[in-house]
T-cell receptor, first 117, second 111 residues
Framework: GAVVSQHPSWVICKSGTSVKIECRSLDFQATTMFWYRQFPKQSLMLMATSNEGSKATYEQGVEKDKFLINHASLTLSTLTVTSAHPEDSSFYIC?????????????FGPGTRLTVL | GQQLNQSPQSMFIQEGEDVSMNCTSS?????WLWYKQEPGEGPVLLIA?????ELTSNGRLTAQFGITRKDSFLNISASIPSDVGIYFCAGFNSGNTPLVFGKGTRLSVIA
């Protein structure tokens, strides 16, 4: 299947600092990228949807000024957690959707474990 | 938000047994996807279904897109220990609409 990479795979930071997570589609062009967070033993919770060159659409309850999303190209999206606090600690997963063999498919990155001290 | 009804929530089976799980929705989807997630990793796409009635296999996995476009099932034959994980169904319609997920089926395989 298609490969979506995320970097870093884990990060530990102090409260108040900002953290940037990169998501890349390695072998296909992603028309749309999605950002999720996941708490232990729960399903994925959609945070925002972004299309290349457009502003991200955030889900209700997700602060757009806290979770900055940039989708600069068809293969790269970044999520920046600004002024991180312990309650932002979570597993963040990006996902990329694109056309392959005329069908839309959606692939997930391996996730980034964020721990805020 | 909207969520698919996925069952069962969890399964404990003996190695070698077959497994079946399903998802239903109150609304129609044009695409159904099945993912497997292991601890500390992102979901991995197993099977994608695009046409009502479509039956697709991937090794020991078989999935079907219901004729009404409101349901799908996933079967795993002759389970092995590495099948352990959480299986999610997901649906979407077109363009950039987000996936709608089921709550997942947690599969445990007893050797």
């Amino acid at each position: 299947g298609a490969v979506v990479s995320q970097h870093p795979s884990w990060v530990i930071c102090k409260s108040g600092t900002s953290v940037k997570i990169e998501c890349r589609s390695l072998d296909f062009q992603a028309t749309t990228m999605f950002w999720y967070r996941q708490f232990p033993k729960q399903s994925l919770m959609l945070m925002a949807t972004s299309n290349e060159g457009s502003k991200a659409t955030y889900e209700q309850g997700v602060e757009k000024d806290k979770f900055l999303i940039n989708h600069a190209s068809l293969t790269l999206s970044t999520l920046t957690v600004t002024s991180a606090h312990p309650e932002d600690s979570s597993f963040y997963i990006c996902s990329a959707r694109g056309l392959r063999a005329a069908y839309n498919e959606q692939f997930f990155g391996p996730g980034t474990r964020l721990t805020v001290l | 938000g909207q969520q698919l009804n996925q069952s069962p929530q969890s399964m404990f089976i003996q190695e070698g047994e077959d497994v079946s799980m399903n998802c239903t929705s109150s609304s129609i989807f044009n695409t159904w996807l099945w993912y497997k997630q292991e601890p500390g990793e992102g979901p991995v796409l197993l099977i994608a279904l695009y046409k009502a009635g479509e039956l697709t296999s991937n090794g020991r996995l078989t999935a079907q897109f219901g004729i009404t476009r409101k349901d799908s099932f996933l079967n795993i034959s002759a389970s092995i220990p590495s099948d352990v994980g959480i299986y999610f169904c997901a649906g979407f319609n077109s363009g950039n609409t987000p996936l709608v997920f089921g709550k997942g089926t947690r599969l445990s395989v007893i050797a």
